[in-house]
């Protein structure tokens, strides 16, 4: 746990240090802006939570995939990879308290989406069913921080992390459901919507905005938990098999 903490607070420190990185905070008013602005046009002020949630699972999503390439771009660049990989402190401890930092970090891009629907759009966003809804928004960061391990542990093997950020956006955007509902994607698209955790948050945090009975609540919620479980086992598994493969060439790639 100590070296989850330590982990946990170099990222929030680097955060501190290097407000670029976390650009994406930036970029999401405008996002809001445009989705909110289609939904205004179209007469349907309804769906103001829904416009007001797909730029924030959007961005939570985005500043994982950039902040774990970071992580391991960084310490590359700053000569300190091959010291952490060498180091007698778990270097999965480390990394996991790191990209739980990324995850928690990903709050901030609910409540920023949220405070500007209000305050330049006078939204109403209420909760109909505000426990599911706070759930499924805390089970949505662990799941995040889980895959954001997975990725920061793969990209160790790259020289660097450009390229696979790049390639994992928008396909993920797409299959997760979070512009729009999986079910309105082609039917032969869903079984791949349902192998990512954002497909059943989005899923979950939009009904939890809706007046009604709530449908498979539990089930959205498990299956982001679980999605969440497996990928957190999967960190596990590559962080293994990397470190016993840098320690068998005895290098790491450099940019």
Not at 7 to 28: D, E, K, N, P, T
Request: glycine share 8%; hydrophobic share 60%; with cysteine.
């Amino acid at each position: 746990m100590r070296v989850f903490a330590a982990g946990f607070r170099i990222q929030l420190a680097i955060f501190r240090s290097a407000i670029g990185r976390v650009s994406i905070v930036i970029a999401l008013p405008f996002h809001v802006l445009i989705f909110l602005s289609i939904t205004r046009h179209g007469g349907r002020a309804d769906l103001d939570q829904q416009a007001a949630l797909a730029p924030a699972l959007a961005g939570m999503w985005t500043m994982s995939l950039m902040l774990a390439g970071d992580i391991i771009d960084a310490d590359r660049w700053n000569g300190v990879l091959d010291v952490v990989l060498a180091a007698p402190a778990a270097f999965f401890h480390n990394l996991l308290g790191r990209c739980a930092a990324v995850g928690a970090l990903g709050l901030l891009c609910f409540g920023e989406s949220w405070l500007f629907a209000v305050v330049f759009f006078d939204a109403d966003l209420s909760f109909a069913h505000p426990f599911w809804f706070v759930a499924g928004l805390l089970a949505t960061c662990l799941a995040t921080a889980a895959t954001a391990t997975v990725m920061a542990t793969v990209f160790v093997l790259g020289r660097t992390a450009l390229a696979f950020k790049n390639a994992l956006n928008y396909p993920v955007y797409v299959l997760g459901g979070v512009f729009v509902p999986v079910a309105v994607l082609p039917e032969w698209s869903r079984p791949l919507s349902r192998l990512i955790f954002l497909s059943w948050s989005s899923d979950l945090l939009r009904a939890a905005t809706v007046p009604g009975a709530m449908k498979d609540a539990g089930l959205q919620l498990a299956m982001v938990l679980l999605l969440g479980g497996l990928t957190l086992a999967a960190g596990v598994w590559c962080t293994h098999a990397v470190l016993t493969r840098v320690r068998h060439t005895g290098r790491v790639m450099t940019s």
